[in-house]
């Protein structure tokens, strides 16, 4: 062990010295190096937190979950779009036949969506995004209050006119989020008390905008807004341990049931569970990584042939040195590894330099991108093990070299 780091310490040493020596060659061979590491681990850091910030939005829209909706989510590459549009919509009678028949069920919600403008006093905000809800609203998709509660029930019964504000919206209306408490906004001409203010919960491109939304219970939404005009969608919640397929295939036999569909009829509705999109996503960045590897690949390539030849004109010029240390005793693999370990040393060297500039990056993209990029602590792991590899193919053959070098033949050279 100890010898092993007296050479390491060797070859760092030599290694440095080469470069104080020759920097101009040395630097464009690290360059290579940290460019092709640049662009392979600023790629995977990208799309990694792309990827987790996606699958958080996913994940937001609710565990073991299904969207019943006349839309498919995926695109229904088998659906025809004018045949999705012309179904019925979802309606509150069919939530109600859902409960009552399902015994996979833990959680249901009737949701409805719509844009319109609210007004306090002489302030108006406009494309406002209005969701009317029931009570299992929040038990699918748990909120956090920064004032205020979520409605009650004899406010859903009685469909009072009080509403839950996104914490964006209150800001605007009211200054601060906290003042919009107990004051009164203004929705179609009808006066509206705000019992509410959601914590704010940054933008969301896939799940549902709670921090530029006013919601209210499903009932008075209902006396403002026409149903079949809301987008109206079914929420179902499996219960715990429940497979998610299971719970698909026990909706899409009631749904059946519901709408009264024969055996030859296709579905009118579609099914779109939670879990399958997020396998979808996950197995498009699957795709994503890969091609970002490989093009970062083609540039380590380049680094790496780089050390190599680096690596050559370094054995050329230390001949008579190695000969001498093989004359002195010195073993072929002791050689071998000390120029092994250079090289290890200048690719991990040039890898670094290629991390400072991801880092760079990383800060550059999480403010346009509105989520933080960051380097995974596996990302890391990697790319020292990358560079090492690297480093190992690239110093191989001229390693072998200086190893082979007849003593007498290296020293008169």
Do not use: H
């Not at 719970?247 to 899409?252: A, I, M, R, T, Y």
């Not at 749904?255 to 009118?268: A, F, G």
């Not at 550059?364 to 560079?387: A, D, E, H, K, Q």
């Not at 190992?392 to 050279?413: F, N, Q």
């Amino acid at each position: 062990m100890r010898k092993t780091l007296n050479i390491l310490a060797s070859s760092l040493r030599l290694t440095l010295q080469e470069l104080k020596n020759n920097k101009l060659r040395t630097s464009l061979s690290l360059t290579g190096i940290a460019f092709g590491i640049f662009c392979i681990i600023g790629v995977l850091a990208t799309v990694n937190s792309l990827e987790r910030n996606i699958q958080d939005e996913i994940a937001s829209l609710g565990s073991n979950t299904i969207y019943i909706d006349k839309w498919d989510y995926s695109g229904g590459p088998d659906i025809p779009f004018w045949k999705m549009r012309s179904r019925p919509i979802m309606k509150f009678e069919e939530a109600e036949m859902i409960r009552e028949r399902s015994d996979l069920t833990e959680s249901l919600a009737f949701f409805m969506s719509t844009s319109g403008s609210i007004s306090y006093k002489n302030d108006e905000l406009e494309g406002v995004n209005i969701y009317g809800v029931n009570p299992s609203q929040i038990e699918i998709q748990p909120m956090d209050f920064t004032a205020g509660r979520y409605f009650s029930a004899t406010e859903f019964n009685s469909a009072s006119s009080v509403a839950i504000i996104g914490y964006n919206n209150a800001e605007k209306l009211y200054g601060t989020a906290e003042r919009a408490l107990g004051k009164m906004v203004e929705v179609k001409g009808r006066k509206i008390s705000i019992v509410g203010v959601i914590a704010k919960a940054g933008k969301d491109g896939i799940g549902f905008n709670f921090d530029e939304c006013l919601m209210l219970p499903y009932k008075f939404c209902r006396q403002l807004y026409e149903e079949r005009n809301t987008n109206p969608v079914i929420i179902v919640k499996g219960k715990k341990d429940i497979p998610t397929d299971a719970l698909s295939d026990e909706l899409k036999g009631i749904m059946r049931q519901v709408r009264r569909l024969s055996p030859k009829q296709e579905d009118n509705f579609s099914l779109n569970s939670v879990e399958a999109f997020s396998k979808a996503v996950s197995g498009f960045f699957v795709i994503l990584n890969i091609v970002g590897s490989i093009i970062g690949g083609i540039s380590l390539v380049v680094g790496m042939f780089g050390i190599a030849n680096i690596m050559f004109v370094t054995v050329k010029e230390r001949t008579p040195v190695i000969g001498l240390k093989k004359a002195i005793g010195a073993k072929s693999s002791t050689v071998l590894f000390e120029f092994l370990a250079e090289a290890a040393l200048l690719c991990l060297m040039g890898g670094t330099v290629g991390i400072i500039f991801v880092w760079i990056l990383t800060m550059i993209l999480s403010g346009p991108l509105n989520f933080p990029v960051y380097i995974s602590l596996p990302l890391l792991v990697m790319t020292v093990i990358l560079c090492l590899i690297v480093g190992i193919l690239a110093g191989i053959i001229p390693a072998r070299r200086a190893a082979k070098m007849d003593p007498v033949v290296a020293i008169r050279s």
